[in-house]
């Protein structure tokens, strides 16, 4: 297990792929998905294979006092436990994940047909002609998307979804979760996350609504319910009405709020998908929706909104005068809210892992990433 350090800023720098981003609470990295661990030492003592070794002897003699004193059922859960770990780090383990050129050359795509499902944003991507593409290189993986039975898309259900065996792989907005991680092990399999794009979080409002921008503190007290007049950022005295897809499961107010999410406030009203979205904001006096920043380009109907860091005035828009993407803003962590986008694998060893590595593969080979800048979203590789 590679372990991890902490830059000058706090953040966890990952020990497998150096994404050093990672706030000082994450518990896995979140551009690869690999559980983060900081040895607790003093940074100048770091983790050798000396210290490892003398880590089992201690490990051994606890082994032999526990069962000199019966301990045996305590030092079976013990057992379990790091079993549990051992089966989370392997969940993550991505060698199967490599650089292809072309869609053709990615091997052991499984034959069949394969559900997948989850958040809507790739939707640009099937748009672009990816999965047509992928058909006509591989006929015979055929890719099916899956609608939940209630009707409620989005990266949580999508997850949901993949977690009940009701799809072969799903796709995320937003990284995975301790507690999902916890309930596929509790199921017999373990999940992996590759990521494979970035994506901009784009906020419009209402066309008659005329500010310079807002922060992101501003937008999250907005969609928390603190802020609840325009007047309060600049803008005219009236009510803001805040919109944003599927409310319970939805990876855009995470992104947005974080660790703050759950403090969402109940008057944010749910659109079913994009298109919904950008129509409710349009025709709502007052109105405000986030969403993927790349549909916010192509809109004529409502008014994109220039975000700032933190509580700064420093707003940075999410296009540029000539409409099209500020993808340098985006590629250089300018623009303050990115996050990246994930296939969740199922990890079973059987057909269903096949489908989501293979999809990983195609998407990330150079022929896939060239599709992914397509959509409007921002290539990795």
């Known amino acids: 297990m590679h372990t991890n350090e902490s830059?000058?800023?706090?953040?966890?720098?990952?020990?497998?792929?150096?994404?050093?981003?990672?706030?000082?609470?994450?518990?896995?990295?979140?551009?690869?998905?690999?559980?983060?661990?900081?040895?607790?030492?003093?940074?100048?003592?770091?983790?050798?294979?000396?210290?490892?070794?003398?880590?089992?002897?201690?490990?051994?003699?606890?082994?032999?006092?526990?069962?000199?004193?019966?301990?045996?059922?305590?030092?079976?859960q013990v057992q379990s436990s790091a079993t549990l770990s051992n089966e989370k780090v392997s969940a993550n383990t991505s060698s199967d994940i490599q650089n292809y050129t072309s869609m053709k050359e990615v091997p052991n795509l499984p034959q069949g047909t394969f559900n997948f499902g989850g958040s809507l944003i790739f939707a640009s991507l099937m748009a672009q002609g990816t999965h047509k593409a992928i058909n006509q290189t591989h006929p015979n993986f055929i890719l099916r998307y899956t609608e939940p039975v209630d009707n409620q898309p989005g990266t949580?259900?999508?997850?949901?979804?993949?977690?009940?065996?009701?799809?072969?792989?799903?796709?995320?907005?937003?990284?995975?979760?301790?507690?999902?991680?916890?309930?596929?092990?509790?199921r017999g399999f373990t999940l992996d996350q590759v990521a494979v794009a970035i994506d901009g979080l784009g906020c419009y409002t209402h066309p008659d609504i005329s500010i310079p921008g807002l922060s992101v503190t501003q937008l999250q007290e907005i969609y928390m319910g603190k802020i609840t007049n325009w007047k309060e950022v600049g803008g005219p005295d009236l009510r803001i009405v805040p919109f944003s897809i599927n409310v319970k499961t939805t990876a855009l107010l995470k992104t947005l709020l974080g660790s703050k999410v759950g403090s969402v406030s109940p008057k944010v009203r749910s659109s079913r998908d994009y298109t919904v979205l950008v129509r409710?904001?349009?025709?709502?006096?007052?109105?405000?929706?986030?969403?993927?920043?790349?549909?916010?380009?192509?809109?004529?109907?409502?008014?994109?909104?220039?975000?700032?860091?933190?509580?700064?005035?420093?707003?940075?828009?999410?296009?540029?005068?000539?409409?099209?993407?500020?993808?340098?803003?985006?590629?250089?962590?300018?623009?303050?809210?990115?996050?990246?986008?994930?296939?969740?694998?199922?990890?079973?060893?059987?057909?269903?892992?096949?489908?989501?590595?293979?999809?990983?593969?195609?998407?990330?080979?150079?022929?896939?990433?060239?599709?992914?800048e397509k959509a409007g979203l921002v290539p990795i590789r």
């Open 7 to 76: 830059n000058a800023k706090g953040n966890i720098i990952c020990g497998s792929c150096t994404y050093d981003e990672n706030p000082k609470t994450a518990k896995h990295c979140k551009r690869c998905g690999k559980p983060l661990v900081i040895a607790s030492v003093p940074s100048t003592q770091r983790m050798t294979s000396s210290t490892l070794f003398k880590s089992e002897i201690t490990l051994s003699v606890i082994v032999l006092l526990l069962f000199s004193l019966g301990g045996y059922f305590l030092w079976h």
């Open 156 to 186: 949580g259900k999508g997850i949901e979804m993949l977690l009940k065996g009701q799809l072969s792989f799903a796709l995320s907005g937003r990284p995975l979760e301790d507690a999902e991680y916890k309930q596929a092990i509790e």
């Open 280 to 372: 409710d904001v349009g025709t709502t006096p007052g109105a405000i929706g986030i969403g993927a920043a790349m549909l916010v380009v192509t809109q004529h109907t409502v008014r994109p909104v220039a975000l700032a860091a933190g509580n700064t005035n420093k707003y940075v828009p999410a296009m540029t005068e000539n409409h099209k993407l500020n993808m340098a803003a985006f590629r250089d962590s300018s623009y303050p809210i990115t996050r990246y986008l994930y296939v969740i694998i199922r990890r079973d060893g059987r057909a269903d892992e096949q489908a989501g590595v293979g999809y990983a593969n195609l998407l990330l080979s150079k022929e896939g990433q060239q599709f992914v």
